[in-house]
């Protein structure tokens, strides 16, 4: 009964790193979404995927790649990290019932500083 | 662009009392849905209550009700009762009812509660 599991919790990048955050769930949901939260501004959509092999930008995508080869896998990833990605990023889940949004799950979120 | 607005950044009530976090939002969409969820300092996303824009009837769950304005696209909440796990970053959150659209969060609201 995992839901929505991110990996990892936290990390520390020195400018110019790369990494790849992991959004893994198990209830057969369909799409999947990668947020950021800053202080002050809520949460932002940062890439979003409606199924398997797809993916799409969202409002903040820019300096993120995504990748969904499997249906329940969900990576984001920093190919050169800043400063201005320190954040704190939540993947998240939903699914459809008869074509209506059907429940969204968040995972607890990983929080990245970029020094 | 659907937007959302909490213009409450901090708020806080006496324990056992009654609070109201205030949420307007703006769409041109018929059929939504409106959120609200808690982050503690665990950093957990919590439903805490959902509402759907074609039922009339204002959504309630145990003390957290919601007063649903559709006409003036106003969705508040209130916290009957304060405890003091009630302390936390609300969020209200919007989604169009149908297919893989985001959910669009407001700025979030500070709740304290004061033993």
């Known amino acids: 009964n995992a839901g929505v599991t991110q990996t990892p919790k936290f990390r520390v990048l020195k400018t110019g790193q790369s990494m790849t955050l992991l959004c893994a769930q198990d209830?057969?949901?369909?799409?999947m979404y990668w947020y950021r939260q800053d202080p002050g501004m809520g949460l932002r959509l940062i890439h979003y995927?409606?199924?398997?092999?797809?993916?799409a930008k969202g409002e903040v995508p820019d300096g993120y790649n995504v990748s969904r080869l499997k249906k329940q896998n969900f990576l984001l990833g920093l190919e050169s990290a800043a400063p201005s990605q320190t954040s704190v990023y939540f993947c998240?889940?939903?699914?459809?019932?008869?074509?209506?949004?059907?429940?969204?799950?968040f995972g607890s979120g990983t929080r990245l500083t970029v020094v | 662009a659907q937007t959302v607005t909490q213009s409450q950044p901090e708020m806080s009530v006496q324990e056992a009392e009654t609070v109201t976090l205030s949420c307007t939002y703006d769409?041109?969409?018929?059929?939504?849905?409106l959120f609200w969820y808690k982050q503690p300092p665990s950093r957990q996303m919590i439903l805490v209550i959902r509402?759907?824009?074609?039922?009339?009837q204002n959504a309630t769950e145990n003390r957290f009700s919601v007063n649903f304005q559709k006409a003036a696209k106003s969705f508040s909440l209130k916290i009957s009762d304060s405890q003091l796990g009630d302390a936390a970053m609300y969020f209200c959150?919007?989604?169009?009812?149908?297919?893989?659209?985001?959910?669009?969060f407001g700025t979030g609201t500070r709740l304290t509660i004061i033993p």
């Open positions: 509402q759907e824009a074609y039922k009339q």
């Open positions: 995927s409606v199924g398997e092999g797809t993916t």
């Open positions: 959150a919007y989604r169009g009812a149908f297919g893989n659209e985001k959910l669009t």
């Open positions: 998240a889940s939903s699914s459809l019932n008869r074509g209506r949004v059907y429940g969204y799950t």
């Open positions: 769409t041109s969409e018929s059929d939504y849905y």
């Open positions: 209830m057969n949901h369909e799409y």
